[in-house]
């Protein structure tokens, strides 16, 4: 597929996914202009290549905090901040992994709510100050949920530490066995003294990022690949490779973009020179990267 082509095909996808969020939630962070690109050999394919990254980069930035906005928005509901129900949670925590599936429905009703609008979101919990499951939502996740108490979890440490909004590491969920990224929120009491009372968490649908990515039907030689910066992939655009387990902290690409930067760079990967771009993106608090992979005779023989 050509840069050109590539580049329509996010922006619909962009578009699209713009269309699922409110605009009065998003909040835009701004990008380095890419008017710093450097020039080198193959510098129409890098401008073309940083331009589709750039892209793709605001795009996940636009989801993941309208995602948070969101789930802000509902922490701050009457609802969410009312008291839970501990007595009820004591009697069912190790029998039901939370709450009965008709308890507290207030705060149920709005993480349903906030499911069927945003696709983005696949699963929300209410966890207790001490780390105990609350409920869960859809309720399949609690009914199969295999830990009580999630206090050991990065996101909710993250949450409580900085008493703000968290984005976790990807990890794989233990009640459904699928891969997340998860956004977690304190929520404080209504009175003065803001009391916290739990800690609301969002479950980011990691597989409709790989979904987009297969869609691009780039050549079997060439992947778009999305990367945290513990060096786990997020998603990939080659389907074959979406539940392999990779490294990427050993490219100078990887290396550069954690830093901040962006650009394109010839490096070896499997004993094949490969031309990738690479691009950093800000991820709430933490940081997202994007690499485009392809072998360098594909810059050579487009550019002849």
Known sequence: MSSK??????????LFSLTTVPGDTLLISSTSNLNQIKVNPYNESNNSNLLSLNILANSLEYRLNGAASILEFASNLSEMKSMANVSLLNATLETLHGIP????????????????????????????????TYFMEPYALQ??????????????????????????????????????????VPVFSERGEGVLTGVLVGSINLDILNKELQSFNLSPDQRIVYVDSNDTKIADSERGFTNRSESFSNLKSFQNAIEGKFGSIVEKINQDNMFVSYYPMEALQNKWIVLWIQPVSNITDNNN
Request: glycine share 8%; aromatic share 8%; no cysteine.
């Open 143 to 184: 009914s199969n949920q295999t830990k009580n108490n999630l206090a050991y979890r990065d996101y909710f440490k993250g949450a409580i530490a900085t008493n703000d909004t968290y984005l976790g590491d990807i990890i794989t969920s233990t009640s459904s066995g699928v891969k997340r990224a998860i956004i977690a």
């Open 5 to 14: 082509l590539l580049i329509g095909t996010i922006v619909i996808i962009l």
């Open 101 to 132: 599936p008709y308890s507290d429905l207030q705060k149920r009703n709005i993480a349903q709510d906030i499911i069927s609008h945003y696709l983005e979101i696949a699963g929300i919990a209410f966890i207790m100050p001490n780390g105990d």
